[in-house]
């Protein structure tokens, strides 16, 4: 018998199910609209991605460094998520981002205890985000017990366990924790107007005591590129999955007014295939070149600035969205609607001029002539 990652990765190469995939993909689209109105949770859509096999095709790329074929797969996937419902990918990605940091920094007995877990249905989540009281870690009678509270806690009610951030003197200390209590979470804080359905609200920690098995790698682990900064690339494939949405949506409404071949019409949906299109190609090749070993800050400033390309990208796609459907995509109910909300809140995640600021700095010391520099 072969070793089971290389089983699934083989699973995940082969591709079998492309009509259950895409029926998948169909089912998750069908809830966005009542998710959104917060008349379900995305515990249907997560369920739907897990009967199809999608969750175990994507958790095959948790360990590094995944091939270049793997990589395309899962970029392939998570636009698909995105295209889909960009909410339900916020919580793939937080997902796939703590499965990757347990295969980086855990022990052997904490990789056994979320796979079991995973087996039995969890959906982990990364918090780092700390609220209006930090996260701390206190001794209280032999035991480590925190306190404080997490904001932006993407997937509350659905996400557990998760993996949460501590400062300390020595850079942030990783947690992993049970976060399913009701009376902890507090969902009111999340009245944003896009991205609602991820119920990214408040966590309160105050007197969790933490267990041996809880503390996650090392002070600065977290921070460690190029995983940290690196693996951007997978929201940015959500983006791209969303304005791919976007676009599609804009040229059914061409088509169902009987003016796609409009000139200017005809000119704006090649505009919009065309910035997909790039949007897509930055975003697989940024993956491509990170998750290969020996990647380092070269390439995770290739990746910061695929994720300026992609913004950008998503912007010029709202835009031209607006001016083809006009109206009728800002009345409630319609797809693009949703989809603008959402696509437009999850672009500003997270510390975007900082991002920027890197990936140029990075440019601007390269010995290397433009067009050399990666
Ligand atoms: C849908 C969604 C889900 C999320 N889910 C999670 C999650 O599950 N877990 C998690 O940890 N986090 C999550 N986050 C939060 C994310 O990690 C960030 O904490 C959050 O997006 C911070 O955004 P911000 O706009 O407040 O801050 P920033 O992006 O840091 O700042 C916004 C802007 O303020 C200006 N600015 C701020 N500080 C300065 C400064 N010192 N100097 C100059 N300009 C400055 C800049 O123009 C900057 O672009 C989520 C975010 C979103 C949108």
């Given at each position: 018998?072969?070793?089971?990652?290389?089983?699934?990765?083989?699973?995940a190469?082969?591709?079998?199910g492309?009509?259950v995939?895409?029926?998948?993909?169909?089912?998750?689209e069908?809830h966005?609209a009542?998710?959104?109105r917060?008349?379900e949770?995305?515990a249907?859509s997560?369920?739907?991605?897990?009967?199809?096999?999608?969750?175990?095709r994507?958790a095959?790329?948790?360990?590094?460094?995944?091939?270049?074929a793997?990589?395309?797969g899962?970029?392939?996937l998570l636009?698909?998520?995105?295209?889909?419902?960009?909410?339900?990918?916020?919580?793939?990605?937080?997902?796939?981002?703590?499965?990757?940091?347990?295969?980086?920094?855990?022990?052997?007995?904490?990789?056994?205890?979320?796979?079991?877990?995973v087996?039995?249905?969890?959906?982990?989540?990364v918090?780092?985000?700390?609220?209006a009281?930090?996260l701390?870690v206190?001794?209280?009678?032999g035991?480590?017990?925190?306190?404080g509270e997490?904001r932006?806690?993407?997937?509350?009610?659905?996400?557990?366990?998760a993996?949460?951030?501590?400062?300390?003197?020595?850079?942030?200390?990783?947690?992993?924790?049970?976060t399913?209590?009701?009376?902890?979470?507090?969902m009111t804080?999340?009245?944003?107007s896009?991205?609602?359905a991820?119920?990214?609200?408040?966590?309160?920690?105050?007197?969790?005591?933490?267990?041996?098995?809880?503390?996650?790698?090392d002070?600065?682990?977290w921070?460690r590129e190029?995983?940290f900064?690196?693996?951007v690339w997978?929201?940015?494939?959500l983006?791209?999955?969303?304005m791919?949405?976007?676009?599609?949506?804009?040229?059914?409404?061409?088509?169902a007014g009987?003016?796609?071949?409009?000139?200017?019409?005809?000119?704006?949906?090649a505009?919009?295939?065309?910035?997909?299109?790039?949007?897509?190609?930055?975003?697989?090749?940024?993956a491509?070149?990170?998750?290969?070993?020996?990647?380092?800050?070269?390439?995770?400033?290739?990746v910061?600035?695929?994720?300026?390309?992609?913004?950008?990208?998503?912007?010029?796609?709202m835009?031209?969205?607006?001016?083809?459907?006009?109206?009728a995509?800002?009345?409630?109910?319609?797809?693009?609607?949703?989809?603008?909300?959402d696509?437009?809140?999850?672009?500003?995640?997270?510390?975007?001029?900082?991002k920027?600021?890197k990936?140029?700095?990075r440019?601007?010391a390269?010995d290397?002539?433009?067009?050399?520099?990666?």
């Amino acid at each position: 018998m072969g070793e089971p990652i290389a089983i699934l990765r083989e699973a995940a190469r082969a591709t079998p199910g492309r009509a259950v995939e895409a029926d998948a993909f169909a089912e998750i689209e069908t809830h966005a609209a009542a998710a959104d109105r917060g008349e379900e949770d995305l515990a249907p859509s997560i369920a739907v991605l897990r009967r199809a096999g999608i969750l175990a095709r994507l958790a095959t790329y948790a360990d590094p460094w995944p091939d270049a074929a793997l990589v395309d797969g899962i970029v392939s996937l998570l636009r698909r998520i995105g295209r889909a419902n960009l909410s339900v990918g916020r919580l793939v990605e937080g997902h796939l981002n703590a499965l990757r940091l347990v295969a980086l920094y855990a022990s052997p007995l904490q990789r056994a205890s979320v796979k079991a877990a995973v087996a039995d249905g969890a959906i982990l989540g990364v918090w780092g985000a700390d609220g209006a009281r930090p996260l701390t870690v206190t001794q209280e009678a032999g035991t480590l017990v925190l306190s404080g509270e997490k904001r932006f806690a993407s997937g509350l009610g659905v996400v557990s366990p998760a993996i949460v951030s501590v400062r300390t003197d020595d850079g942030p200390q990783l947690y992993l924790v049970a976060t399913d209590l009701r009376d902890r979470m507090d969902m009111t804080s999340w009245t944003t107007s896009g991205m609602k359905a991820t119920l990214s609200g408040t966590y309160t920690f105050d007197g969790v005591a933490l267990d041996a098995q809880a503390r996650l790698g090392d002070p600065g682990d977290w921070l460690r590129e190029p995983h940290f900064e690196g693996g951007v690339w997978r929201y940015c494939a959500l983006h791209v999955g969303g304005m791919e949405s976007l676009a599609e949506c804009a040229r059914q409404h061409a088509k169902a007014g009987g003016f796609a071949d409009e000139p200017i019409t005809a000119a704006r949906l090649a505009d919009l295939a065309m910035v997909c299109e790039t949007g897509r190609l930055w975003v697989e090749a940024a993956a491509r070149r990170v998750e290969r070993p020996g990647a380092g800050d070269t390439e995770v400033a290739y990746v910061l600035l695929a994720r300026e390309a992609v913004e950008r990208a998503c912007l010029t796609v709202m835009e031209t969205v607006d001016r083809l459907i006009g109206a009728a995509s800002f009345f409630e109910g319609h797809p693009a609607d949703r989809i603008r909300r959402d696509l437009g809140f999850f672009l500003r995640q997270a510390n975007l001029d900082g991002k920027r600021a890197k990936a140029a700095a990075r440019i601007a010391a390269s010995d290397a002539p433009m067009g050399e520099i990666w």
